[in-house]
């Protein structure tokens, strides 16, 4: 079986963005469904104080942020590429404009007050009232509702006119910024049905999101969370690239005890020891009681490092 870890949870859309890649790269991999909210034990064990979702596990390396998650499975299994050589930049440019612009539109719109109706409609109210106090917490960036369908209808828009002329955003074959624009509609469609409503003037885009639902998720095996800490626990780190150059935009040398946190929304930061900082990302070392010796890997684009006091 796989030793591909995702720690995630259903109605979570960066979550559902890494489970579209693995169904885009029928890649097998092991499930552990983790809080959508504070507190969350199990996920700080393993990475010390990041707590947004999802993290890919492997063995005793934790990797946070899709955008470097979906680098670590481009690197495992290159094809089918999420990033082809000819569109390489586009595709990564796309893509940062939907995990940002996008995204915010999307959930400012899906966040109101009939969508939130529809997400807890099954819960109890203690739990909703749970969720809102956490993402009040965490500084979620909303747009005020009619703003929010004024952008997301706006962004609709853009997707549709990428579709004119080809089946996937960037052209014949799905790519990165099919993946990144897919996740906030898929949450608009799946979590917040009553919403859906805002893709009738664009039919080619609801067509494109069936091409994209029809790929899958690959295959998933349940395993539980105290299962994928034994695993941690159990393997050492894997050895760090020496190829890759250090790369010193701070004048902090490698070996320094560092924090290293999101710029916005969820910054609770991560301390360890500086192992690795190269062009792309960085690595802290860290040990946990449950889980001994981990390295967290960051990607630098969103992330602050700083010394860490004391
Ligand atoms: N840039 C991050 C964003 C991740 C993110 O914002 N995830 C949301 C869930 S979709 C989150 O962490 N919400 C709070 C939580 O799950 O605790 C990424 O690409 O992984």
Same mark, same amino acid.
């Given at each position: 079986?796989?030793?591909?870890?995702?720690?995630?949870?259903?109605?979570?859309?960066?979550?559902? /963005?890494? !489970?579209?890649?693995? @169904?885009? /790269?029928?890649?097998?991999? %092991?499930?552990?469904?983790?809080?959508?909210?504070?507190? %969350?034990?199990?996920?700080?064990?393993?990475?010390?104080?990041? #707590? !947004?979702?999802?993290?890919?596990?492997? @063995?005793?390396?934790?990797?946070?942020?899709t955008?470097?998650?979906?680098?670590?499975?481009?690197?495992?299994?290159p094809?089918?590429a999420l990033?082809?050589?000819?569109? /390489?930049?586009?595709?990564?440019?796309?893509?940062?404009?939907?995990?940002?612009?996008?995204?915010w539109?999307?959930?400012?719109?899906?966040?109101?007050?009939?969508?939130?109706?529809?997400?807890?409609?099954n819960?109890? #109210?203690?739990?909703?009232l749970?969720?809102?106090?956490?993402r009040?917490?965490m500084?979620i960036?909303?747009?005020?509702?009619?703003?929010?369908?004024?952008?997301? #209808?706006s962004?609709?828009r853009?997707i549709a006119?990428?579709?004119?002329?080809?089946?996937?955003?960037?052209?014949?074959?799905?790519?990165?910024?099919?993946?990144s624009?897919?996740h906030?509609?898929?949450?608009?469609?799946?979590?917040?049905?009553?919403?859906?409503?805002?893709?009738?003037? $664009?039919?080619?885009?609801?067509?494109w999101?069936?091409r994209?639902?029809?790929?899958?998720? @690959?295959?998933?095996?349940k395993i539980?969370?105290?299962d994928?800490?034994?695993?941690?626990?159990?393997?050492?780190p894997?050895?760090?690239?020496?190829?890759?150059?250090?790369?010193?935009?701070?004048?902090?040398?490698?070996?320094?005890?560092?924090?290293?946190?999101?710029?916005?929304?969820? $910054?609770?930061? $991560?301390?360890? %020891?500086?192992?690795?900082?190269?062009? $792309?990302r960085?690595?802290?070392?860290?040990?946990?009681?449950?889980? @001994? %010796?981990?390295?967290?890997?960051?990607?630098?684009?969103?992330?602050?490092?700083?010394?860490a006091?004391?």
């Open positions: 079986m796989s030793d591909l870890i995702l720690h995630h949870y259903p109605m979570s859309p960066f979550s559902h /963005k890494i !489970r579209a890649v693995l @169904g885009f /790269k029928q890649l097998a991999w %092991k499930s552990v469904i983790v809080p959508g909210f504070m507190p %969350k034990p199990d996920v700080v064990a393993l990475t010390g104080g990041y #707590r !947004r979702t999802p993290l890919l596990q492997i @063995g005793a390396d934790i990797y946070c942020d955008a470097l998650i979906c680098d670590v499975l481009e690197h495992r299994e094809q089918p990033y082809p050589a000819h569109q /390489k930049g586009l595709a990564r440019v796309v893509s940062q404009w939907a995990d940002t612009n996008l995204f539109a999307a959930m400012s719109y899906n966040f109101q007050q009939r969508g939130l109706q529809t997400l807890f409609a819960a109890d #109210r203690a739990m909703a749970a969720f809102v106090a956490d009040n917490a500084g960036p909303l747009k005020p509702a009619p703003e929010a369908a004024v952008a997301y #209808r962004d609709l853009r006119s990428m579709l004119d002329e080809h089946p996937f955003l960037l052209g014949e074959l799905p790519c990165m910024a099919d993946f624009a897919y906030p509609l898929w949450f608009t469609r799946v979590c917040t049905p009553p919403l859906a409503h805002i893709f009738d003037a $664009t039919p080619q885009v609801l067509a999101m069936d994209m639902a029809s790929m899958g998720v @690959g295959q998933m095996q539980t969370a105290q994928a800490l034994v695993e941690a626990a159990r393997i050492e894997l050895p760090l690239p020496v190829m890759e150059a250090f790369v010193d935009e701070h004048g902090i040398a490698l070996g320094s005890r560092v924090s290293v946190a999101a710029e916005s929304f969820g $910054t609770e930061p $991560t301390v360890g %020891k500086l192992v690795a900082a190269t062009r $792309t960085y690595t802290l070392a860290r040990e946990d009681k449950r889980v @001994g %010796k981990v390295h967290v890997h960051f990607p630098r684009v969103g992330y602050v490092l700083k010394a006091e004391g």
